[in-house]
C-alpha cells in the first residue's frame, strides 16, 4: 500500500509526468520506425535509366454515323461521328447546334432526352439544364481499339432469362 502512495505521489508531479510521456513517445516511435522500415517501398526510381519507347500510333475514331446498340439501360448513347474542332465552353456548346430539340428537324440529327431539360427536382426548364450542358462528360466518341480490359459480359437475352409476363 505504501508503494502506490509513493507512485501516485510521484506521477502528480509535473517533471514525472513529462518523463513518462517522453518515455511512451520514444518507444512508440521506435516501434513506427521498425513497421515502417517494412511497410514503405524505397523511392529510389527505376533500376535503369530510361529510355526512349515506342508510342502507339492515335487509334481512328469511328465515323460512320450509325447509332450504336446501347449495352445496358440508361447507358449514355456514344457519338457516332467526329466532333474534333468541336468547341465546348462555357459560351459556346457546338453540339446543341444541332442536337437542341428546335434544331433537330432541319438537321436529321436525334433530339437530346427531355431529361436534359430538366432540374434534378424534375422542374422542366425552357433551355438545357446547366447541369447537363457538358454532352462530353457523359457522351464519348467511339474509337476503333481492342479493350483494354476482357469482357464477360452477358446480355440477359442471351443468357436465356425470360422476362416476368413473356410465358
Known sequence: M???NRLCRMMRSPGSMLGALL?????????IAQMADKRVPELSGPPQEMGEVE????????VDDVRKERAYPDQPPVIPHSIEGYQLSVN?????????????QESGA????????MTREGQMLADVSPRRYFCTACHVPQADVRPLVGNTF?????????????E
Open 2 to 4: 505504501r508503494g502506490q
Open 23 to 31: 518515455a511512451i513517445l520514444f518507444v512508440a516511435t521506435g516501434a
Open 55 to 62: 508510342a502507339h500510333p492515335i487509334p481512328k475514331w469511328v
Open 92 to 104: 459556346t456548346n457546338r453540339c446543341l447546334s444541332c442536337h437542341k430539340r428546335e434544331l433537330t
Open 110 to 117: 436525334p433530339m437530346i432526352s427531355v431529361t436534359h431539360y
Open 154 to 166: 452477358r446480355d440477359m437475352s442471351e443468357m436465356g432469362v425470360k422476362q416476368a409476363g413473356s
